[in-house]
C-alpha cells in the first residue's frame, strides 16, 4: 500500500492507502475522495480527474504521454507544470506520501 494525500480546493486533507496498480484516480474514487469525478473511468478522455501535483513531487512522476497533454486542455485551469490527470498515474512504491491538489472544479 502507498499513501496518497488529495488536499481538497478548501484545504481538507484525505490520506489514502491506495494499493500499488491501482492509480491515484482509482484511489480516491474508492474512498469516496470529493472532487475527483473521473466520468470516463480512467480512459484518459475526460479529464475530470485533474489535480495539480505538490511540486516536490514532479519530478518522481512519470512523464505526460501525448494523450494526456490533449486532455489537459479541456480541464479546468489547468497549469502547465504541475497539472496530471489521476487516470494516468500507476501507484508505486516510489510515490508512497505523494501529495495532489483538487482544482475548484473539474470541467
Ligand atoms: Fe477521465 Fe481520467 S478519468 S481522463
Request: aromatic share 0%.
Given at each position: 500500500m502507498v499513501m496518497i494525500i488529495y488536499v481538497e480546493h478548501g484545504g481538507k486533507e484525505h490520506v489514502v492507502d491506495v494499493a500499488n496498480g491501482r492509480t491515484v484516480m482509482e484511489g480516491a474514487r474508492d474512498s469516496d475522495v470529493?472532487?475527483?469525478?473521473?466520468n470516463c473511468g480512467g480512459a484518459c478522455s475526460c479529464s475530470t480527474c485533474h489535480v495539480y501535483v505538490d511540486s516536490a513531487w514532479l519530478e518522481r512522476l512519470p512523464p505526460k504521454n501525448a494523450m494526456e497533454e490533449d486532455m489537459l486542455d479541456f480541464a479546468y485551469a489547468p497549469d502547465q507544470t504541475r497539472s496530471r490527470l489521476t487516470c494516468q498515474i500507476k501507484v508505486v512504491d516510489t510515490l508512497d506520501g505523494l501529495k495532489v491538489f483538487l482544482p475548484l472544479k473539474q470541467n
Open positions: 470529493p472532487g475527483i469525478e473521473a
